[in-house]
């Protein structure tokens, strides 16, 4: 009889990659759908009832209830991406589960999972030279960027303006100085971008001025209030005298607080959580701006902008903690209260107020603007590639020649990426109600044609067939396929050589050495 040697769960090899392919095909199943400008969108409801809904995959991704190990490796491809190139994602998934249906066929031939490996990494890197071939300089096509950017989502409809916008701002300005404000009940159109820091904020008392020039900001992260220990006493008074005495003393060590931040020469506040009632009063009285309930994101950027320390003990607070602006105003946006900071030390912040009939839309409207803006950055600071699924056929029919050259077992793997790559112009072919096998013919009849502009011709999603995508203005970074296609290739290679999942200690019962303790 064998000896049992561990207690941990063991699945084989076999079992294994059976597993972690299924969950490849299964997470990039779920955001094909979403693929293309006629994509369709998902609804995310959590236990409370909550629900978003969108077709940005990494959003998808993060907010997905998912367990399974293998499959949380996987979803990383969208963080990276996400990270670093804005968009692209939902490719980088789809790509990544086309790998591994690929790989399946391969282990049913008894080719090593090794053999694929090395396989596949030497088509990744062999695809990131042949995009050299057909990527073109940034120009003046930033703008058309943009729109392609959008094209698909809830800002598609008023995409000539937000483009615009983005543009305009991405050019002025670095992306952690742009700040971005999401406002329903208007209309996209509505949107505008502003010089400038913008908080989605207004004063909490009425007397409070709406200007403040040559400001000095204090950032609390704190309630300003009495702690939460004085104002649980419980106090047993005999007359009314001492409930007048009570009262009376609360109301000077309330007044106490407040003069703690006029003595540190602040002439604004703004509160990440709540200002009492009393100090509010008191604040006004001494012609002090004040603001409660601030985003704390806000609260960053006011400290990056102005210089301002966030404190979380307001009886330390000094005038070395408070941050400078030239002017502060309270100004009316699409007759919407918002505070605005201009002329501040590091004075290029830019903002931008995106506007949107629900909260569900100008949701979806932001996540877009900011890829867009993200996308944008990045076609400014490199190359741009033609759109459409087109840099993904002209990369698997040259990986198709180029996989004769490989010796061995790897030749069959860089032939089964290369045909991995036709999942994305086949995903929008189907996506748009198109057959995507004639449009995959079509569109290597286009490719392999003797023509200068064959490796741009495209999936036309609204017509049907293959179009040019330059000149249907359709351009995307080359960064973001790029990155997607090393990212998948690497997740691919990491799950392929995984021959057994092992249930494992929990961490915190392992010490350094290794040992349980």
Known sequence: MTQKV???????QASAQQVNIFAAKEIANFVRSTLGPMGMDKMLVDQDGSSMVTNDGATILRQMNITHPTAKMIIEVARTQEETCYDGTTSSIIITGE????????????????????????????????????ALDSGKSLLTVAQTAMTGKSAESDKA??????VDVAQSAKLSDISIIKRPGGKVSDSVAIAGLLVDKSKVHHSMPDVIEDAKITLIDIDIT??????????????????EEFITKRKQQLQSLAQVIIDSGANVVLCLRDIDGLVVEYLAKHGIYAARRVAKSDMEAVHKATGARIVSAIDDLVNADL?????????????EPLIKLTKTPHNQAVSVLLRAPTKHTVDEVGRAFDDAIGVVSLASEGKVLAGGGSAYMYLSLQLKEFARTVGGRSQMAVEAFADALEIIPST??????????DTLIALRQAHTADDKDSPYYGVNVYEGGVINMLQD???EPMKVISQGIQSAT??????????NIITSKNISEIGEDGYQY
Do not use: W, Y
């Open 428 to 437: 929008l072919a189907e996506n748009s109600g198109l057959d995507p096998l």
């Open 99 to 134: 790998l591994m249906k690929q790989a399946e066929a391969l282990l049913s031939k008894k080719i090593h999972p090794t053999m694929i490996v090395k396989g596949f990494k030497l088509a990744a890197n062999k695809a990131e030279d042949l995009l050299q071939n057909i």
């Open 6 to 12: 561990t207690d941990a769960k063991e699945q084989q």
């Open 226 to 243: 009495l702690p939460e220990f004085a104002k649980e006493l419980q106090v047993q008074v005999h007359n009314n005298d001492a409930v």
């Open 323 to 335: 941050g400078t602006c030239g002017l502060l105003e309270e100004v009316q946006i699409n007759d």
């Open 473 to 475: 203005g359709v351009i």
């Open 161 to 166: 303006l937000l483009a615009d916008i983005c």
């Open 490 to 499: 690497e997740t691919a290679a990491m799950v392929l050589r995984i021959d």
